[in-house]
């Protein structure tokens, strides 16, 4: 079959991930690339780390690892191998992404202290303050940037800040932002930050990636709890070998995740990418208004990457039975994850566009059956 044949996917998907992609990001992975080869390696994978770089404005004092898996996968690689066996991680939640930090931690027996600051609240900075005041042990603050539980965008800067005038390293999972929105990772005081293939780059799902602080990195050596998870090992033979991977590399994803940046670029970057989801995040809500369905977060915390909407409080409304519609319509939505209320979530990422989201709207309005 000619790729130009293959048809078109029955439906959009508006998750968090993984997510639409467009048709050439899929088309690339036609042909088979050898994980030892120059072609993959330096080709390939070196081009994706030094774009990486690029992307989260930073000098040659980062560096980038890839890493096998979901995102999750990362992000237990990063706290597993950047904490000394003394070390101490302070976790700032407000989210189920946050709690899975604490879970990690937790699971690998670090010593972990946890701020659940609620999920519909920002981090508390006063209690971030006193407690690295009071409790020197902390080595390490870690906080979830876009808490894809609700769509909150937590503030980064503000809380680089201070983790960096107590001089703790700062450890951020950016898994549903990155690419998505400007991150000054460098200016930010970031040491290590997480994301994955399939979020806002665009990307197919199977493998997450960090951009590491160079000198936070290089003392890491030996301090992994896992093997296939050791972030150092994984650098030091990527950097050695000039795009090595230590085990078989999901290359295929790699390659699509190539053609996904080159994509981006061709957007106009990330600011331009920015504002197509600010922009498809507007019309859904200003649509879903019209209809009555309100957002959970206030305006002021919502990022444009994933909404939270309460569900429809008339008794005929039912989840399961909107989803379905919406889905033969097209669409696909999100159940929620909120504890606190009863909502569901429509993401704004991937290859969506404000038309899309025109569409959609249209498809609500003449779903409901409530
Ligand atoms: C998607 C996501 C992850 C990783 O999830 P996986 O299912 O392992 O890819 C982690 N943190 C956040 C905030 C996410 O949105």
């Known amino acids: 079959m000619n790729p130009k044949d293959i048809p078109d996917n029955p ?103 946890v701020h659940d600051s609620g999920e519909v609240n920002h981090p508390d900075m006063e209690l971030l303050e006193s407690t690295l005041q009071q409790d020197q042990g902390i080595t390490h603050v870690v906080v979830v940037h876009c808490e894809t539980t609700t769509g909150m965008l937590n503030p980064i800067e503000k809380i680089g800040r201070v983790v960096k005038s107590h001089n703790k390293i700062f450890i951020v999972d950016a898994m549903s932002s990155f690419g998505g929105i400007p991150i000054d990772v460098e200016k930010i005081g970031i040491d290590f930050i997480i994301s994955s293939a399939n979020k806002c780059i665009q990307g197919v799902p199977g493998f997450g990636f960090i951009i590491a602080k160079k000198e936070a990195l290089e003392k890491t050596k030996g301090f992994a709890r896992s093997l296939a998870l050791d972030l150092y090992d994984q650098w030091k033979t990527m950097e050695d070998g ?67 909407f309460y569900n429809p409080s008339s008794g005929k409304y039912d989840f399961k039975e909107f989803y379905e519609r919406l889905k033969s319509k097209g669409f696909v939505i999100y159940p929620g994850k909120v504890s606190v209320a009863d909502t569901f979530r429509i993401g704004n990422i991937g290859h969506v566009f404000p038309d899309d989201m025109h569409k959609l709207i249209k498809q609500i309005e003449e779903s409901v059956f409530w």
Request: charged share 20%; glycine share 8%; proline share 4%.
């Open 242 to 308: 000039h795009g090595k991977w230590r085990y078989t590399s999901p290359t295929h994803t790699v390659r699509a995740f190539m053609q996904a940046i080159h994509e981006l670029e061709e957007e106009g970057g990330i600011e331009k990418r920015y504002e197509r989801y600010q922009e498809n995040h507007s019309v859904l809500v200003e649509g879903m208004k019209k209809l009555g369905i309100t957002c959970l977060l206030p305006e002021s915390l919502q990022s444009p990457f994933i909404t939270s």
């Open 11 to 113: 439906y959009l998907l508006l998750t968090p991930g993984p997510l639409s992609t467009s048709k050439t990001v899929k088309e690339v992975m036609l042909r088979d690339w050898c994980t030892w080869d120059d072609d993959y390696n330096l080709g390939v994978v070196q081009k994706i780390r030094t774009k990486l770089i690029q992307l989260a404005s930073c000098s040659e004092a980062y560096t980038s690892v890839l890493m096998q898996g979901s995102g999750t996968f990362s992000v237990e690689a990063t706290i597993g191998s950047v904490l000394p066996s003394h070390g101490k991680l302070l976790v700032l939640a407000n989210g189920a992404y946050g709690k899975r930090l604490a879970q990690i931690s937790n699971r690998l027996n670090i010593e972990t202290v």
